[in-house]
């Protein structure tokens, strides 16, 4: 029914999961069509079989709802067509397995009636429905795990995206400051620069004058002598 995923980037996650469905899936046809054949404590264990392997394949499912976000856009409504074809499948198998739990008399053979009239059918019957209860209030733990395990990696990918993010902006800022550093260098070099050629300009300066003042005492002996 569904080809394999084409192996473009962050697709083999999905792939992967998309064959482990496919397994799973087989897996619970299985042991559908073998129920009706049942009866009895056969086609009790055979149910318990089934509903865990329907849990797996809506876990699978939960999965690949998840990772087929990551999926390029140019290949997503391929996989979005597929995931449904997946999903129409599951809910089929669930209404199946539904219907064949519902069948109580295979469930239990001829002991069972939808009228009790014994004490021993009435217990039969509390039993059962006791049983029922249970296993809904396991099943709804168990998918109320599934969402907060989903919620929990979800918040760990924004948490990984956010610190990616950040690290970015370290390594951003990081490239600035030794580019300012850089700058800063230059800057120190150019006024050391300046600062040697204005001493050796006062230097100069000072010869200069020097110079003249010995001229001009000079000059003024050689007129008096």
Known sequence: MSNPLDTDAGS??????EAELKLVQADLNQKLDQIPELSGEPRKAAV???????????ELLDQMRI?????????????????RNFETDIDQCKRKLKTLS????????????????????????QQLLSGTERMDRSS??????????????????????DLQTQRET???????LLE???YVDRSVKTLRGMARRMATNRIITIAIITVLVLLI???????FH
């Open 67 to 83: 990772e087929k976000q990551n999926i390029p856009s140019a290949t997503r409504n391929k996989v979005n067509q597929r995931f």
């Open 217 to 223: 005492f000079a000059v003024i002996y050689s007129k």
């Open 140 to 161: 709804q733990r168990l998918r109320d795990s599934q969402r907060l395990a989903l919620e929990t990696e979800d918040i760990g990918r924004g948490t990984l995206a």
């Open 180 to 182: 300012s550093e850089g």
């Open 102 to 125: 519902d069948d109580r008399k295979a469930l239990f053979g001829d002991r069972y009636t939808d009228n009790p009239t014994s004490d021993a059918q009435l217990e039969q019957r």
């Open 48 to 58: 318990r079989q089934a509903d865990r392997a329907l849990d797996e394949a809506n």
């Open 12 to 17: 083999e996650l999905f792939g992967s999961y």
């Open 170 to 176: 370290i390594v951003h800022t990081r490239a600035n």
